[in-house]
């Protein structure tokens, strides 16, 4: 299987650096990154995407718009929401989202928040020491 390509769309680009050290450190996922959803389109190219991490607060006052545009974008893929406001879970479902990811997060434990959240079952654990 090839690796996981993860969209990742924050505005804070030191969030997005954080996730793409720790991709780098526990799996063989690419990381795509994008400062909005309006650029999530040119970020991702013409590659398939496995999965959004969306910051709330970059979503605007539409998340559900923003949710929508997203999955248009990616061919479905799903969406996890990365934020610091975190929603019930009655909110995610009316989103659409897959689930969500709480900021400040668990940097090593992100891969396997993500799997979890998508039943990945191929990914067990750091692929390096």
Same mark, same amino acid.
């Given at each position: 299987?090839?690796?996981?390509?993860?969209?990742?769309?924050?505005?804070?680009?030191?969030?997005?650096?954080?996730?793409?050290? =720790?991709?780098?450190?526990?799996?063989?996922?690419? /990381?795509?990154?994008?400062?909005?959803?309006?650029?999530?389109?040119?970020?991702?190219?013409? =590659? =398939?995407?496995?999965?959004?991490?969306?910051?709330?607060?970059?979503?605007?006052?539409?998340?559900?718009?923003?949710?929508?545009?997203?999955?248009?974008?990616?061919?479905?893929?799903?969406? /996890?929401?990365?934020? =610091?406001?975190?929603?019930?879970?009655?909110?995610?479902?009316?989103?659409?989202?897959?689930?969500? /990811?709480?900021?400040?997060?668990?940097?090593?434990?992100?891969?396997?928040? /993500?799997?979890?959240?998508?039943?990945?079952?191929?990914?067990?654990?750091?692929?390096?020491?």
């Amino acid at each position: 299987m090839s690796a996981r390509r993860i969209l990742v769309i924050d505005d804070q680009p030191e969030v997005v650096d954080v996730v793409r050290v =720790a991709f780098e450190v526990t799996t063989d996922w690419v /990381i795509v990154a994008s400062l909005s959803v309006d650029d999530a389109a040119a970020a991702a190219g013409d =590659a =398939a995407i496995d999965a959004s991490l969306l910051d709330l607060s970059v979503a605007g006052r539409d998340p559900r718009a923003a949710v929508t545009r997203l999955g248009r974008l990616t061919a479905a893929a799903p969406v /996890i929401l990365l934020t =610091a406001a975190p929603l019930a879970d009655h909110e995610l479902r009316d989103l659409g989202v897959a689930g969500m /990811i709480s900021k400040p997060f668990d940097p090593m434990r992100l891969a396997a928040d /993500i799997s979890a959240l998508l039943s990945w079952t191929e990914w067990s654990g750091p692929t390096r020491p």
